[in-house]
Structure formats: C-alpha cells, structure tokens
C-alpha cells in the first residue's frame, strides 16, 4: 500500500469530531405554552423553567447543585440508560469526559473527546443532575418534572424539537440531588427503528439540548 492510499483510507475512516452546545434561549414558542398558572390564593405560580448548564468537573456539578454531569455519542449497541454511564465505556464514541476545560456557565462546550464513524448508528446522551427543588415532590424524586429537548443540523437525518427519552433516577453528588440519562435513539426520539442518527463522511454536525423542569 502506498502512502498516498494510507493517507486516503485514513481520511476516510472516521466522521467529524461532533460539536455541542446548549441553547441558552428559548427553544421555541410551543414549549413555553405549556404552563400552568395557579390563582394567587391557591398557592404559587407554577411553569416549566430552563435548567441551568453548568457544566460538571470531572462529572461532578457538586453537593445541592444542578448541572451537566456527561455529554456523549455512543455505540447503537448502548441500552443501560437508568446508571450513570461510565467515561471508560466501550461503547462511547465521543464525550465530554466529564471535565468542561472552559468551566463555564450559560456558554458552550466546543468539542468533544473522540471521534463518532461516518455512516455507522449511533445515540446521543446527556446525563443532568437535579436538585430536589427542581425534581422532588412529597419526598419522592419525580420523572414527570424534567425533560430535554433537542435539535440537531448536519446529520443525515435530523432531529427537529424532539423531546429526548429518559432513563430513571441515579445517584447524584448528595441525598439532595439525583441524575437522569437523557437521550435520543433516532432522529424522532422514541424507540430505535427506522431513522437512526448518522453522520456523512467528512461532515460537520451539531445539537443543541435544553433541560427544563417544572417549578
């Protein structure tokens, strides 16, 4: 084999690193329709509120804080949604490694570690830790007060507003926070059938995610 074709062969084995960042404006005008406003005597106003990106250090946001734990594309294989994912998983493409260089809040993340196949099924996760505040009713942590939206450009198939799926709660920093894995398994959420995510050879893509919670 020439060098030439080692060159070549090299350049056409891997896609484009993944580039993500959270939106930090409104996602769009339907999701904010959904609110519920309760008459002052009755108690307080309730609504659906975007979480806070802070990003994590070493995959943790701390004690009582709210933040991103893990960003990362995974092998099609992936399925153990309801644990934190480990770093050193085999099925990781690409991730954040659980540590944001730029340690930043309300900016985005440029660049994951690794690098995501062209033409090759993946699944994207976004593992958040919440606080009780923002997810706990009654002393139980509820599912139903969280969700993520998403939306991606330059994939070959896109996802377009779709809410991301969830797995169940995991331990969090402290007794006052827990984590959920949101992800999403192809371009229309729901479960892995006929439109998954995949990117094309030599291509650049991106998402965008926004938490929200009801509070």
Not at 76 to 105: H, K, L, P, Q, R
Not at 133 to 148: E, H, L, P
């Amino acid at each position: 084999m020439t060098t030439k074709e080692k060159i070549k062969m090299k350049k056409t084995f891997f896609g484009i690193l993944l580039a993500i960042m959270f939106a930090v404006g409104m996602i769009s005008a339907n999701i904010m329709t959904n609110i519920e406003n309760m008459p002052q005597d009755e108690g307080p106003s309730w609504h659906w509120i975007q979480a806070p990106s802070v990003w994590a250090t070493n995959q943790s946001p701390g004690a009582g804080t709210a933040g991103v734990v893990q960003i990362c594309t995974l092998a099609d294989a992936f399925s153990s949604w309801d644990t934190g994912i480990d770093e050193d998983d085999a099925n990781i493409y690409e991730e954040s490694d659980g540590d944001f260089t730029d340690a930043s809040v309300d900016a985005p993340h440029e660049a994951l570690s690794g690098t995501t196949p062209y033409e090759t099924d993946f699944h994207i996760a976004v593992s958040y830790q919440f606080t009780e505040a923002m997810a706990k009713d009654g002393g139980a942590w509820n599912a139903t007060r969280v969700y993520a939206v998403i939306n991606t450009t330059g994939l070959t198939n896109d996802a377009a507003t779709v809410t991301m799926s969830e797995g169940d709660w995991y331990a969090g920093d402290d007794a006052a926070t827990q984590r959920i894995n949101f992800y999403l398994l192809d371009d229309d959420g729901g479960a892995d059938d006929n439109n998954p995510l995949q990117c094309a050879i030599d291509s650049t893509w991106s998402a965008n995610v926004t938490i929200w919670y009801y509070g």
